[in-house]
Nanobody, 114 residues
Framework: QVQLVESGGGLVQPGGSLRLSCATS????????MSWYRQAPGKERELVAA????????NYADTVKGRFTISRDNTKNTVYWQMTSLKHEDTAVYYC???????WGQGTQVTVSS
């Protein structure tokens, strides 16, 4: 049914940039908003960004506001997560989420380290 496949994570130095992608299938992508979550070591999963179905409205957690950008391409059924000015505390597994399914994908690991 619903499939969410995150990619693009890796090891990056503080101050660096990284772009994550979430390829989706199994639902009408353009009919729903999408979200990005992250889970840092020893912490619970937290919502960091959301985007409306057309991309006209976005919302961000205070921890990432001004540094990260959520976007989407409805022709590719894909949501993106552009991260800049990365900090150690951004180290986490990042997940995308559709509101129509309670399930999670495997996520993609982002490690910020010098």
């Amino acid at each position: 049914q619903v499939q969410l496949v995150e990619s693009g994570g890796g090891l990056v130095q503080p101050g660096g940039s990284l772009r994550l992608s979430c390829a989706t299938s199994g639902f009408t992508f353009s009919s729903y908003g999408m979200s990005w979550y992250r889970q840092a070591p020893g912490k619970e999963r937290e919502l960091v960004a959301a985007i409306s179905r057309t991309g006209s409205i976005t919302n961000y957690a205070d921890t990432v506001k001004g540094r990260f950008t959520i976007s989407r391409d409805n022709t590719k059924n894909t949501v993106y997560w552009q991260m800049t000015s990365l900090k150690h505390e951004d180290t986490a597994v990042y997940y995308c989420k559709t509101p129509i399914s309670p399930n999670w994908g495997q996520g993609t690991q982002v490690t910020v380290s010098s």
